[in-house]
């Protein structure tokens, strides 16, 4: 299978098992298989988040900005294992975060905010052992950044 250009919410799902609520991209392009990727995600004011955090100051919880990236990477790494043809989209694999270290959060991310992730993998052991670096940008600016492994149990 070849990875199309830009992938969408529904080729997305087709490729980590997240749904709504939980998606949290909308959009991957520009996928360099076993490299990097870009993700976006359009924040409006309707995400089911901002009705707690925080009432009159809606501002994204870092936690779920990690996870969007986690997902970013989590697409990057199937799409690698999807073009090597290890595994095939829709399979019931998992990836699973092992540790998070390094993350900064810069600016609140806030409704109106278009966040593009850039993710990169920055080591790989096999099929199973993964570490990423992840950054947010808004408007060209970095807002948040992290690292993290990740591990694809077999079967």
């Given at each position: ?7 969408r ?36 004011n ?59 959060f ?50």
């Open positions: 299978m070849i990875i199309p250009e830009v992938l919410s529904e080729d997305i799902q087709k490729i980590i098992p997240h749904r709504y609520p939980f998606l949290m991209i909308d959009k991957v392009k520009n996928i360099e298989v076993g490299k990097s990727c870009i993700a976006y995600k359009n924040v409006t309707n995400e089911w988040f901002f009705q707690g955090h925080f009432p009159n100051y809606p501002v994204m919880p870092g936690v779920l900005i990690i996870e969007a990236m986690a997902q970013a990477a989590g697409v990057l790494a199937f799409a690698t294992l999807i073009e090597e043809g290890v595994t095939k989209p829709g399979s019931s694999d998992f990836v699973y975060f092992t540790s998070i270290e390094n993350a900064k810069k600016r609140p991310i806030v409704p109106g905010d278009v966040v593009k992730f850039e993710i990169e993998i920055d080591q790989r052991r096999g099929n199973k052992f993964w570490k990423f670096i992840a950054k947010a940008f808004v408007d060209d600016v970095l807002a948040d950044e992290a690292e993290f492994k990740a591990m694809i149990p077999e079967g």
